[in-house]
């Protein structure tokens, strides 16, 4: 059955983690694998999270499936919170699903069974998983034009003029905020703009929505979702509660579902359940179970939510005080793109070299195409860090 298999590309972030794992140096430093670290390089799991968890422990009776995908309030509650009160509900569907990427897998399929082998438009770069999932639904994939390699911002203009020339056949995935892999995101006011576009185009708007509240905030980071969702007659967005509530290997997410009238919104719903009961049936529950708990809670939400802002400010704080330390040192502002950037990630716009020097010479690791994450620098290391990277661009 095997035998004509060929090795697939192993996973690049799993081969630095063990490049990182096997560096001696008591010096070196991760800024390369995707997930949030603390001060003390930890990935802490959430007091909201653990008091939920525990409530939810001692009030269990039973195991059983859960009878809808989108159970016991966790989909009201995702979609208060993504949405607001941004559109007529009636119109919307939600489908609890295996994190963002079992959400955005289910979406993809849902969009290939619509209309087999649609071009789904992606941000140049992207998150490295959206062209496989694509790929893998039936789909193709093409890019537009989005980070500027000079600016280390949006190629807005060029963006715009690539989205107005798609057709309502096509599909573009945005992130809703907090850019992967590059920390460059639209403003309010151009978000406004694209929204346009696709009224427009008639192309079906596909928000990736992993890192709600990593930005500016919930609202803030909210705004291109809701401008988006409130404009256009379809759309689908693929929810991840990994980051923002730290659940990561609890797999829980959400696909959300925007439909031209309740009628539709029935009918696509009946095909985007019959995907996901021929895939895996029933998504994992824990996680949902912790998230419904805590946003049902006014107290438990208060307390998440103080907590996202200890795990925001601190990446805020982490980029401002690397923009200032290499400002300082080199007396240019070429770095001061790191402190505008938001979210987990900043694409420095390095070459491979100068990645690959930073690596063997500082024992500084990210991945080749010089993605950091700014939660992985240590408070007391911004200064060699900023000596480090000005020693790799000279
Ligand atoms: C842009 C983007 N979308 C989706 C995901 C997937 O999220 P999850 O870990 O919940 O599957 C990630 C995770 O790294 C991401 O960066």
Same mark, same amino acid.
């Not at 799991?45 to 966790?74: C, D, F, H, W």
């Not at 992130?175 to 006011?189: F, V």
């Given at each position: ?14 081969? /630095?983690?063990? %490049? ?10 991760? /800024? ?5 670290? *603390? %001060? ?16 939810? $422990? ?18 009201? +509650?995702? $979609?208060?919170?993504?949405? +607001? ?11 609890? +699903? ?8 289910? /979406? ?57 020339? $798609? ?7 945005? =992130? ?15 978000? *406004? ?22 930005? *500016?905030?919930? %609202? ?45 919104? %029935? ?18 529950? =824990? ?62 716009? $390095? ?5 690959? =020097? /930073? ?9 080749? *195409?010089?993605?950091?994450?700014? +939660? ?19």
């Amino acid at each position: 059955m095997f035998e004509n298999l060929t090795k697939a590309p192993g996973d690049k972030i799993l081969a /630095l983690m063990g %490049e990182y794992a096997a560096d001696s140096r008591s010096t070196k430093i991760d /800024l390369g694998v995707g997930v949030y670290k *603390d %001060e003390q390089g930890v990935t802490p799991v959430m007091r909201s999270v653990r008091k939920a968890e525990e409530r939810i $422990l001692s009030n269990e009776k039973q195991r059983l499936t859960s009878a809808s995908p989108a159970t016991r309030g966790y989909g009201a +509650a995702v $979609l208060d919170l993504v949405l +607001a009160d941004s559109i007529d509900r009636s119109r919307v569907r939600i489908a609890q +699903a295996p994190g963002g990427t079992g959400s955005l897998w289910v /979406l993809m399929q849902l969009i290939n069974r619509a209309r087999p082998g649609a071009t789904v438009y992606v941000s140049d770069p992207t998150w490295a998983n959206h062209n496989p999932i694509a790929i893998n639904s039936g789909l193709k994939v093409a890019t537009y034009p989005y980070f500027d390699p000079e600016t280390r911002g949006v190629k807005f203009e060029q963006m715009l003029a690539a989205l107005d020339r $798609l057709g309502a056949e096509d599909v573009v995935l945005l =992130h809703g905020c907090c850019h992967n892999p590059t920390g460059a995101n639209l403003t309010d006011a151009q978000w *406004d703009q694209v929204a346009e576009s696709l009224v427009r185009t008639g192309a079906l708007p596909f928000i990736d929505l992993a890192y709600l509240g990593f930005g *500016d905030g919930i %609202e803030a980071d909210a705004y291109g979702t809701r401008k988006i969702l409130s404009s256009v007659p379809e759309a689908v967005v693929a929810f991840s509660g990994s980051k923002n509530f730290g659940l990561y290997r609890e797999r829980v997410g959400a696909a959300i579902l925007v439909a031209r009238n309740a009628e539709q919104a %029935e009918t696509t719903n009946s095909q985007l359940l019959n995907i996901i009961r021929g895939a895996y049936s029933q998504p994992p529950d =824990h996680g949902a179970e912790i998230i419904r708990t805590i946003l049902e809670d006014a107290s438990l939400r208060a307390e998440w939510e103080e907590e996202l802002a200890v795990m925001r400010n601190r990446m805020i704080s982490l980029r401002k005080k690397l923009a200032d330390a290499i400002r300082e040192r080199s007396n240019s502002t070429d770095f001061d793109f790191v402190a505008d950037h938001r979210g987990m990630f900043s694409l420095l716009g $390095l070459t491979n070299d100068a990645v690959e =020097h /930073l690596k063997a010479t500082n024992g500084v690791y990210m991945t080749g *195409d010089s993605r950091i994450n700014v +939660a992985g620098i240590p408070e007391d290391r911004v200064g060699d860090l900023a000596d480090a990277f000005l020693g790799a661009v000279r």
